[in-house]
C-alpha cells in the first residue's frame, strides 16, 4: 500500500509538472477508450430515456413552454440587435478596437462531461488538429463556458467556469438607473436617423412630439460630459456615441442602452450611450451545484453602484485567460461576508452549464499560456 | 513477462474498469440521484477489496484509478489513492470475516466507496486545489456509499471473476 501511495504521489508531481509520455499516454488512452464510451452510450440510451421520460415530464413541460415564450420575445429584439452588432462593429472598426469578431472560432460540440462529483468538465469533439490548443476560451451562444485544458488529436477537455479550478478576470457593469438623472439633451446637426434604431424607437415612453427635443427615461446623462454624436447624412463616418474625450471610456459594450433625442425636423439627433460603472474582480468558480462568484479585487469600490441583475464581462488585457467583454452572466446574489473577505457576487451564468451542445473555441491564446507569461 | 502480465487479473481489470468507467460516463450522468454522480468505479474497487483481501483491493483500485485520471484528466495518480484507498478499506471485510455474506459485502463496499471519495477532495486540496471541500460533500459522500452498496450485488461477482477467486463453496455437513 505504501508503494502504491509513493507511486501515486510520484505520478501527481511528474504530470502536475507536465509530461510529455504522460500526455502522450493520455492521447492514446483517448482512443482505446472511445469505442468503449460509444459502445456506452447506445447500450445505455434506453435507460436513460425511460428515465428521463419518468422522472422529468412534467420539468420538460414547463420549460417548453417557457422557451417558446423566450423565443417569442427574442424573434422580436433579434431585428433590433442584428442592427445595433453591425452598428458597433462599424463603429468599432473605425476606432481599431479589438472585437470578439475578429477571431477564428472553431465550432464544436460537447460529447461528454465529467464522471466526478468534483471536476466540472465537458469533452468536446474538436481538437489539436483543428486549432485548439490549451487555454483557448470556449463560449456559446449565451457566453462564456469555459477554458481548453487538456488536448487531444480529435477531442478536448473543457474545464467549465463552475469548476473549483477555474478563475477569471471579470468586470461587473452596472447601469445608472433610468431614474437617476435624466434631462434633455443637447443636439448637434446629424443625419442619424431614428428609425434606423428598430426596437430603441419604440421604447420612447415619453415623447414630446411637439417639441423640439425628444427625451426618454432611457436616454441618461450624469454629467455635462455627454458627448455629441455628428453623423454626417450621406456619410459612414462618425464620432462614436458616448466617447468621452481624454477619459479613455469607450462604449465598446454593445449591451448599452443608446440615448439620444432628436428635433422636430428628424435632422438633428444626438446619441449618448448610458453611463455605466465598472469594476473589476475576479471569477471563481465554486463547484457543482453552487454560482461562480466574483470577488473585487479593489476593495474599497463602491458597493452601492452593484446590483442585482447587473452584467458581468470577461475584461481581457495581457494576462488575462480570455479577450475582453465576453458575456458571462448577470449578478444573482451579494453576499456580505463578515471580517476581510470582504463582499462577493454570486453569479447566474448566461450559458446553461448542465446542457451544452453546440460550443465555439475562440482561437485565442493567452499570454499565461505561451510559455514565460 | 507477458505470461505473468497474462495470467494476472490486469486483463480482465482493465476492460471492465473502463467499461464501468463508460458507463459512469454515460448512464450515471443522466441518472443522478439527488444529484450526485453514482461513482461505480470507485465501487468496483471496494468490490475488488471484499473479495481479494487489502492488498488486492488497493492494487485494483489504483490500476482503475489511473484509468479514471487518464480519462478525466485529473493528475494522474489523485485518483488512484482515493481508490486504493477504497480497496484497501473494503478489503478488510476479508480479514475479519472467513465466511462473508451479500448484506457485509454491502456494507464493506459501501463504506470503502465513501471513504475513497471523501479523499478525492483531500488529495486535491493537498494538490493545491483551493475550496475542494464544499458543503454538498455531506450529500455526495452518503449517497456514493448507498449507491456503491447497493451495485455491490452486481460488482462482487464481477470482481470476483475479474481477480479469479473462485466462488466460496457452501458445504452442507453430512448428517
Given amino acids: 500500500m505504501l508503494i502504491l501511495l509513493l507511486t501515486s504521489i510520484m505520478l501527481i508531481t511528474i504530470d502536475l509538472r507536465g509530461n510529455a509520455l504522460l500526455d502522450a499516454a493520455r492521447s492514446g488512452f483517448d482512443y482505446a477508450f472511445r469505442p468503449f464510451e460509444v459502445a456506452a452510450d447506445v447500450v445505455t440510451q434506453p435507460v436513460e430515456r425511460i428515465w428521463v421520460g419518468v422522472t422529468q415530464v412534467d420539468d420538460l413541460r414547463a420549460e417548453n413552454e417557457e422557451l417558446r415564450r423566450q423565443l417569442d420575445q427574442q424573434r422580436a429584439d433579434q431585428i433590433s440587435n442584428q442592427n445595433a452588432l453591425a452598428e458597433n462593429q462599424e463603429l468599432r472598426a473605425l476606432l481599431n478596437l479589438d472585437s470578439l469578431a475578429d477571431l477564428d472560432k472553431v465550432p464544436c460540440t460537447s460529447i461528454g462531461v465529467s464522471a466526478s462529483n468534483d471536476l466540472q468538465v465537458v469533452e468536446i469533439d474538436c481538437g489539436s488538429s483543428d486549432g485548439v490548443s490549451e487555454g483557448m476560451p470556449v463560449i456559446n451562444q449565451a457566453g462564456l463556458v469555459g477554458r481548453i485544458t487538456r488536448v487531444y488529436p480529435e477531442t478536448s477537455v473543457v474545464m467549465l467556469i463552475t469548476d473549483l479550478s477555474y478563475h477569471v478576470e471579470v468586470k461587473i457593469v452596472s447601469e445608472a438607473e433610468p431614474d437617476d438623472e435624466v434631462g434633455p439633451l443637447s443636439t448637434s446637426p446629424s443625419g442619424f436617423p431614428l428609425d434606423s434604431l428598430p426596437g430603441i424607437a419604440d421604447d420612447l415612453s415619453s415623447t414630446t412630439s411637439s417639441s423640439t427635443t425628444t427625451t426618454s427615461p432611457f436616454f441618461v446623462t450624469t454629467t455635462s460630459s455627454t458627448t455629441t454624436t455628428t453623423l454626417p447624412a450621406t456619410s459612414t463616418t462618425s464620432g462614436l456615441p458616448g466617447v468621452v474625450p481624454g477619459s479613455g471610456a469607450v462604449p465598446g459594450d454593445i449591451t448599452g442602452t443608446p440615448t439620444s433625442s432628436t428635433s422636430s425636423t428628424s435632422t438633428t439627433t444626438t446619441s449618448t450611450l448610458p453611463p455605466v460603472t465598472r469594476e473589476t474582480g475576479v471569477l471563481d468558480g465554486y463547484g457543482e451545484g453552487s454560482l461562480p462568484r466574483v470577488r473585487l479585487i479593489d476593495d474599497s469600490v463602491q458597493f452601492g453602484t452593484i446590483r442585482i441583475g447587473d452584467q458581468i464581462l470577461t475584461t481581457g488585457g495581457r494576462n488575462s485567460l480570455a479577450p475582453p467583454n465576453i458575456p458571462i452572466g448577470v449578478v444573482a446574489n451579494i453576499i456580505d461576508n463578515p471580517g476581510v473577505a470582504g463582499r462577493q457576487f454570486e453569479i447566474q451564468p448566461g450559458a446553461d452549464i448542465n446542457r451544452l451542445n453546440s460550443l465555439l473555441v475562440l482561437l485565442y491564446q493567452p499570454s499565461t499560456e505561451l510559455g514565460g507569461g | ?175
Fill in chain 2, 1 to 175: 513477462m507477458f505470461a505473468a502480465i497474462w495470467h494476472s487479473s490486469l486483463p480482465r481489470v482493465v476492460p471492465l474498469g473502463m467499461a464501468f468507467l463508460a458507463i459512469q460516463k454515460t448512464l450515471f450522468v443522466e441518472i443522478q440521484p439527488f444529484g450526485v454522480i453514482v461513482q461505480v468505479v470507485m465501487a468496483f474497487a471496494a468490490a475488488a477489496g471484499v473479495v481479494g483481501g487489502p492488498e488486492r483491493g488497493a492494487i485494483t483500485g489504483f490500476v482503475l484509478g489511473l484509468i479514471f485520471d487518464l480519462s478525466t484528466g485529473s493528475p494522474l495518480g489523485s485518483t488512484s489513492i482515493a481508490m486504493g484507498v477504497a480497496g484497501y478499506a473494503a478489503g478488510w471485510l476479508d480479514v475479519i470475516r472467513i465466511d462473508t455474506n451479500w448484506w457485509l459485502a454491502a456494507i464493506f463496499v459501501g463504506v470503502g466507496s465513501g471513504i475513497g471519495e471523501f479523499l478525492v477532495p483531500v488529495i486535491r486540496r493537498f494538490v493545491g486545489e483551493e475550496n475542494a471541500f464544499t458543503p454538498d460533500l455531506a450529500t455526495v459522500i452518503p449517497v456514493v456509499a448507498v449507491s456503491a452498496a447497493v451495485l455491490s450485488l452486481v460488482l462482487v461477482p464481477t470482481a470476483r471473476w475479474a481477480l479469479r477467486i473462485e466462488p466460496p463453496v457452501w458445504k452442507t455437513p453430512r448428517e
